[in-house]
């Protein structure tokens, strides 16, 4: 049984960078292939991309690429998103997750001036 | 990059009627990693069908899942109150994770 613990919510001013972590517990972390998903309000999911941490690359849909960065530290099993120079409409929940099983409970990144 | 279609946008239904969901990927996916899940407001997703029509844990059998190729379908034999809900399907697997755009199930 994989756990997902997202860190809290957050409040950020354009053109910033936020940093959201996901604390694993359970399964084989090293293997696992762990995606980004978010949802804006009132919106559907997108998929931000993911990361198998013994690989240390991580994989982006075309949207992401440049502004979205995922990484994994296998000695604290953490996974990392960071959104860099954000925008009013990066405001959403973030959710880390093994699918289709596992998600986390979700973290709101409010991009606020 | 793959894109996936899912329709109608919103299907108003009463309850007890039958709900037929449709996801249409824009190229031939495995269907070993073809999932839809269930979401209401202030929740994270649920699973319902994961490789395409293998129920997950403790969901109802009147949800199935069926499809290949490009065509996907998740069905509700008989739509029960808690059933009304957005309904998502997702590609996933190792480097992938795209997600259809949703059909929400409305009260009629």
């Known amino acids: 049984q994989v756990q997902l613990v997202q860190s809290g919510a957050e409040v950020k001013k354009p053109g910033s960078s936020v940093k959201v972590s996901c604390k694993v517990s359970?399964?084989?972390?090293?293997?696992?292939?762990f995606s980004w998903v978010r949802q804006a309000p009132g919106q559907g999911l997108e998929w931000m991309g993911g990361?198998?941490?013994?690989?240390?690359?991580?994989n982006y849909p075309q949207r992401s690429q440049g502004r979205v960065t995922i990484t994994a530290d296998e000695s604290t099993a953490t996974v990392y998103m960071e959104v860099s120079s954000l925008r009013f409409e990066d405001t959403a929940v973030y959710y880390c997750?093994?699918?289709?099983?596992?998600w986390g409970q979700g973290t709101l990144v409010t991009v606020s001036s | 990059e793959i894109v996936l279609t899912q329709s109608p946008g919103t299907l108003s239904l009463s309850p007890g009627e039958r709900a037929t969901l449709s996801c249409r990927a824009s190229?031939?996916?495995?269907?070993?990693?073809l999932a839809w899940y269930q979401q209401k407001p202030g929740q994270a997703p649920r699973v319902l069908i994961y490789?395409?029509?293998s129920r997950a844990t403790g969901i109802p059998d009147r949800f199935s899942g069926s499809g290949s190729g490009t065509d996907f379908t998740l069905t509700i034999s008989r739509l029960e109150p808690e059933d009304f809900a957005v309904y998502y399907c997702?590609?996933?697997?190792?480097?992938?994770?795209?997600f259809g755009g949703g059909t929400k199930v409305e009260i009629k």
């Open positions: 997750a093994v699918a289709p099983d596992y």
């Open positions: 359970g399964g084989t972390f090293s293997d696992l292939f």
């Open positions: 990361i198998i941490p013994i690989l240390g690359t991580a």
């Open positions: 190229q031939s996916i495995s269907s070993r990693y």
């Open positions: 490789g395409a029509s």
């Open positions: 997702q590609q996933y697997g190792v480097s992938r994770g795209t």
